[in-house]
């Protein structure tokens, strides 16, 4: 079994008008043992910048850490947040130094820009940055999140109607996926609040 | 390195509480050719004397205003040689941020890493401080802006200063020409008089250099026929 699969995981984010949303699913695992029903896959890196982290939970969290930790460095040194773009280029980096020793990640960014323009991008371990103007997926899941975006994604969706939309593409994707699953966490994001929500699916 | 004896810092402090190998670089700053950069609304203008030891000197092999980034360029009062260290330092440094960050280096950011290298000088042992300061004009996302940056490495934002020799005098004038709404083009004019206030000989687009930068955020230096269509203007 490869080491992608070893904890299992489901990350998506799709982009709305003028909103985004960031889905993930909730199970962390050990090979066919479920060890967790509540794990954090999504997290914040400021209030218009998030980061979902699938693959090995244990790379995932320490990610993480350095991500946080370069980020308060820069927003120190330079008394702003970091742009999404900036962002995204800066864990593309981050990764590549580990080229040869990676991370076992995949990364999907959301934020919004200085504009309130949404932006996401996805990579793989080695930092190959990809841009999309709809979603972007990943994790164990990820074959049957592309089907369930691609048929239920419509571009312009209001804030409402995109929870329903990622929230129904992410459930019914990690049905089909044993590794993931156990319910979901969807967070949208607009200009003025970020709506976190939990989702109960197939306890499975 | 060498010797026990010669292994400490040569900025060691005196008993008053300075630094003298510092204040003997600001000497050296201070007996440099004059150098003045003004902020404008729209702008930021850099401007030195470029007199040659000797008439022989090809002139257009002289360049002493320098891009760091394609929006931010520098001018220096001092040792030369000191200041093209720096900026090879500063335009790898700007590089690095590229390369990391996918997005042009603030220019404040910049001045802080150039600072930083030359205060690592002022601690190290067996080197000496740079002999130069440097002025340094950028556009970015915040606008115009303005830096010195001292042997020390301590910087400083201005509307307007000067360095070199005659600074007082360039500085005093500077005080009374200067106001917040310049356009970059008065901003041209004004540091051509006070080049010219203290300068010996007569003043051409061959002796003397101008980098501007404006709102299109890309730092060039003038052709020597374009200082003289200022030159003439401001006749």
């Known amino acids: 079994m490869s080491i992608f699969e070893y904890n299992g995981s489901a990350v998506v984010a799709m982009v709305g008008k003028n909103c985004f949303a960031i889905a993930s699913d909730r199970r962390l695992g050990v090979n066919l043992q479920t060890i967790a029903t509540d794990f954090q896959r999504i997290y914040k890196i400021h209030e218009k910048l998030y980061i979902g ?4 939970a244990t790379d995932a969290q320490t990610l993480y850490q350095r991500l946080v930790f370069r980020h308060k460095l820069y927003q120190l040194r330079e008394e702003r947040n970091m742009k999404p773009e900036t962002f995204a280029s800066l864990v593309s980096a981050i990764l590549y130094e580990k080229r040869f020793g990676p991370f076992f990640c995949q990364p999907v960014i959301a934020g919004l820009g200085d504009d309130n323009k949404p932006f996401i991008c996805t990579m793989d371990c080695i930092g190959a940055k990809e841009l999309a103007k709809d979603f972007v997926v990943s994790g164990t899941a990820s074959e049957s999140l592309y089907g369930a975006c691609e048929s239920m994604y419509k571009p312009d969706m209001e804030p409402d109607e995109l929870f329903e939309t990622i929230s129904q593409a ?11 699953g156990w319910g979901g966490h969807v967070l949208v994001v607009t200009p003025t609040e970020v709506q976190e929500r939990t989702l109960k699916g197939r306890m499975d | 390195m060498g010797d026990s004896q010669y292994s400490f810092s040569l900025t060691t402090f005196s008993p008053s509480g300075k630094l003298v190998q510092i204040e003997h670089a600001l000497m050296a700053v201070g007996s440099g050719q004059t150098s003045l950069g003004i902020k404008a609304a729209n702008g930021v203008v850099i401007a030195t004397e470029k007199k040659l030891p000797s008439i022989l000197v090809d002139e257009t092999s002289v360049q002493k205003i320098q891009l760091m980034t394609t929006n931010i360029g520098v001018v220096y009062s001092g040792m030369g040689p000191d200041s093209r260290v720096l900026i090879r330092k500063s335009r790898k440094q700007a590089q690095q941020y590229y390369r990391l960050y996918k997005e042009a280096i603030p220019v404040t950011q ?4 150039t600072a930083a290298v030359m205060q ?21 996302d915040n606008g115009p802006q303005l830096y010195q940056v001292d042997p020390s490495g301590s910087y400083f ?4 200063s000067a360095m070199g020799k005659n600074v007082s005098n360039a500085k005093t004038f500077l005080e009374k020409r200067y106001t917040d709404d310049m356009e970059l083009d008065d901003a041209v004019h004004t540091a051509i008089l006070t080049l010219k206030e203290g300068f010996e000989g007569q003043i051409s687009g061959k002796n003397i250099e101008i980098g501007i930068i404006g709102a299109d955020r ?3 230096v003038l052709t020597p026929a374009e200082i003289d269509d200022y030159l003439a203007e401001v006749e």
Request: charged letters at 25%; glycine letters at 10%.
């Open chain 1, 170 to 180: 992410l459930l019914a994707s990690v049905d089909r996926d044993c590794l993931s």
């Open chain 1, 53 to 56: 982290l699938s693959g090995l």
């Open chain 2, 110 to 113: 910049l001045v802080r890493e």
């Open chain 2, 120 to 140: 690592e000088f002022t601690q190290s042992g067996g080197v000496r401080p740079f002999g130069v300061s440097l002025l340094v004009a950028g556009y970015d």
């Open chain 2, 157 to 160: 934002s201005w509307k307007a």
């Open chain 2, 218 to 220: 890309k730092f060039r």
